[in-house]
C-alpha cells in the first residue's frame, strides 16, 4: 500500500478525528479512502448519466422549458 503525506488546516484534521472518534472509522487514513471511494463512485455516477443522456438523443424543449418543467415539480 503506498504512503500519501499531505497538509490540511487545523480545522480539517479537528474534523477527521471527530468522525474517527465517532467509530465509524479506525484511524484518519479509513476516513479519508472512504472518502476517496465515495468521490470515485459519484464520479462514475456522473459519467454513466451524461452518457445515458448523451445517448438519449436531442430534445426539442429549450433549456428554459427543462428549467421551467423542474421548477413547476418541485
Known amino acids: 500500500m503506498a504512503t500519501l503525506n499531505i ?10 478525528d471527530e468522525q474517527v472518534k465517532s467509530g ?6 479509513d476516513y479519508i479512502r ?8 459519484e464520479r462514475e455516477a456522473i459519467n454513466l448519466v451524461l452518457i445515458e443522456g448523451e445517448l438519449s438523443g436531442k430534445s426539442s ?6 428549467l421551467e418543467t ?3 415539480r418541485a
Open 34 to 41: 472512504d472518502l476517496v471511494r465515495r468521490n470515485q463512485s
Open 61 to 66: 424543449k429549450s433549456v428554459l422549458d427543462i
Open 7 to 16: 497538509s490540511i488546516p487545523d480545522e480539517m484534521r479537528t474534523w477527521i
Open 24 to 29: 465509524k472509522f479506525a484511524n484518519a487514513s
Open 70 to 72: 423542474k421548477k413547476s
